[in-house]
Each structure stands twice: as structure tokens, then as C-alpha cells.
């Protein structure tokens, strides 16, 4: 069986913000921005991989969620505790400058980790946690 990545999704609560940190901060290109039933998708991804795309979506995107399943995910991404992505990088020093410098708000500094990585961590603007690593000996 052979599979690949196609689409993973991001909870946002602001899709202009989000727009502003992937797009802008880390470089993202957008491929599509769809509006349904008064939610929005965004798709991104990096120009390095054509077939992977990332999606920014409503905390709930389902348009029969009840009000209270919609506000409890509204609860969890606010205090961050949705799952965000993992971005490989060359040079992790670097694009955390980039990052910092975009105003991005830092979690964690570069740090060299025992499991292999360097790798440093950012809040998005909607509480997600994105993180950058660099296999050690890159």
C-alpha cells in the first residue's frame, strides 16, 4: 500500500489573522479560499510541496453543530489546546528570527532536544501551537 499526505486542517478563529501568520510570517501560498453556509476555508501550503495542503477552518466546521458544541471548541482553541502542525526546516535559527521578527508570539526558543531535533515553538493567532524542528546534523 503505498499513501501519502494530502490535507491536514487547522482550527482558526480569525482566517484574516491566520492568513497574516501562515501566509505572511511563514511564507505559505494560498491555494484557495472557499466560503459555505457562512464558514470559511483557506487552503495553504508551501511552494516546496504541491501535493501537501494545509487548511484553515471554522473551530467547528460542521453547519448542524448546536450552538453548545460550537461555543466548546471555541473554549478549547482559545486556551490552545487544539493540536496545531509541524513545519521541517533547514535552518531553525533562522526561521525563528523570521517569525519572531513577523510578530509572531514565541512559546520556545530554539533548543537543541534529546529526542534528535532543534526545534522552537509558536503561538498562531488563535492559540494554536506550530512548531519548527531541524534534524540534528543538518
Sequence with gaps: MD??????????????KA????????????RNDVGFEGMRWVTLGAPSQPDVDIVLEPPLADPNASSADREAMAELLAKGLLRGVIFRTADVDATFERVRAAGGEVLQEPV????????????DPSGNMVRFTQPRGQ
Design 3 to 16: 499513501i501519502t499526505l494530502s490535507q491536514c486542517f487547522i482550527a482558526v478563529d480569525d482566517h484574516d
Design 19 to 30: 492568513l497574516a501568520f501562515y501566509r505572511d510570517a511563514l511564507g505559505l501560498e494560498v
Design 112 to 123: 537543541d532536544q534529546p529526542y534528535g531535533v532543534r526545534d522552537c515553538a509558536f503561538r
